[in-house]
């Protein structure tokens, strides 16, 4: 047993919330697209969350999530001095990294957050990123701050026309496409369903597409096979061969039908929660 104690928490949107963990270890061998997996008590449920940032000198990774279930509700309630149980990471390989010379980094609601580290280390291999971030509206979107740093330009798009472009995130990268020369490489991170509609958009421009999957995860070691998807007709591990994979070659149907699996799980869990069942052993110091 491990603990790994919150040492600070921002609310960057309804229900969303950015913890920085004091974890010095993982830190120090962090690298841009991989992720932990979580446990807040002995009887907890194992969840994974890409890193979003870590900082090697002060030993600290930044995990961002939104509240959409029993655990992460657990999580959200952590307050600066509690402690995470457990900690593994950092697991998955990391983000493919090189020069393309313009790169399209496109980043969902809060698939922003792993987006931004990758971004970021690709403006830091030379090459110019224009980026595209979007969410139901304003509130919800985040890092738009961060990313502004070093996306020429920055692209917006939320739902209900709050800030940016009116409409889905494709609406953006459409947009970009017919206007300018296409980039080599995109990098899209975000539900399912709009990785699979931007990744159908750049087919049509032939841009080499990755995405960050986030499929069902048990032990992230890849012995308990949870987390297989079907890339170009073969079976993959997301936990030990991704998260980090070939949008282009996705079986999106399979993806999107196996993490319904245990929705009605979920939603009672949730409803626990609601009614005011914390879970057992939670830590506070």
């Given at each position: 047993m491990n603990d790994f104690p919150v040492v600070a928490k921002t609310e960057l949107g309804p229900g969303i919330k950015k913890i920085v963990v004091k974890a010095p270890l993982l830190a120090a061998r962090a690298g841009p697209g991989q992720f932990v997996i979580l446990r807040l008590d002995p009887r907890g449920e194992r969840i994974p969350l890409t890193i979003s940032d870590f900082d090697r000198a002060e030993g600290t990774i930044t995990l961002i999530f939104q509240e959409v279930g029993f655990t992460t509700r657990q999580l959200g309630s952590l307050q600066v001095g509690d402690v995470i149980r457990d900690l593994a990471g950092p697991l998955g390989k990391p983000a493919r990294l090189d020069?393309?010379?313009?790169?399209?980094?496109?980043?969902?609601?809060?698939?922003?957050?792993?987006?931004?580290?990758?971004?970021?280390?690709?403006?830091?291999?030379?090459?110019?990123?224009?980026?595209?971030?979007?969410?139901?509206?304003?509130?919800?979107?985040?890092?738009?701050?961060?990313?502004?740093?070093?996306?020429?330009?920055?692209?917006?798009?939320?739902?209900?026309?709050?800030?940016?472009?009116?409409?889905?995130?494709?609406?953006?990268?459409?947009?970009?496409?017919?206007?300018?020369?296409?980039?080599?490489?995109?990098?899209?991170?975000?539900?399912?369903?709009?990785?699979?509609?931007?990744?159908?958009?750049?087919?049509?421009?032939?841009?080499?597409?990755?995405?960050?999957?986030?499929?069902?995860?048990?032990?992230?070691?890849?012995?308990?096979?949870?987390?297989?998807?079907?890339?170009?007709?073969?079976?993959?591990?997301?936990?030990?061969?991704?998260?980090?994979?070939?949008?282009?070659?996705?079986?999106?149907?399979?993806?999107?039908?196996?993490?319904?699996?245990?929705?009605?799980?979920?939603?009672a869990a949730d409803s626990l929660f609601s009614r005011g069942f914390q879970g057992r052993g939670m830590c506070r110091r």
């Open positions: 020069y393309y010379g313009v790169v399209l980094c496109v980043g969902g609601g809060v698939g922003a957050a792993p987006l931004y580290p990758i971004a970021r280390a690709l403006a830091g291999c030379g090459n110019r990123v224009v980026g595209v971030i979007g969410a139901r509206s304003s509130r919800f979107l985040i890092l738009k701050k961060e990313m502004e740093g070093f996306c020429k330009p920055l692209i917006i798009t939320t739902d209900d026309g709050s800030e940016g472009i009116r409409g889905p995130m494709t609406e953006g990268v459409k947009r970009y496409l017919e206007q300018h020369q296409p980039p080599r490489y995109c990098v899209c991170i975000g539900p399912p369903q709009m990785m699979e509609a931007v990744c159908r958009l750049t087919a049509c421009y032939q841009i080499k597409t990755a995405v960050s999957l986030n499929p069902i995860m048990v032990d992230g070691t890849g012995m308990c096979g949870a987390c297989r998807v079907l890339v170009g007709g073969e079976v993959k591990f997301a936990c030990v061969e991704g998260p980090e994979f070939d949008g282009h070659l996705v079986d999106w149907d399979l993806l999107k039908a196996r993490l319904q699996v245990y929705r009605h799980e979920e939603r």
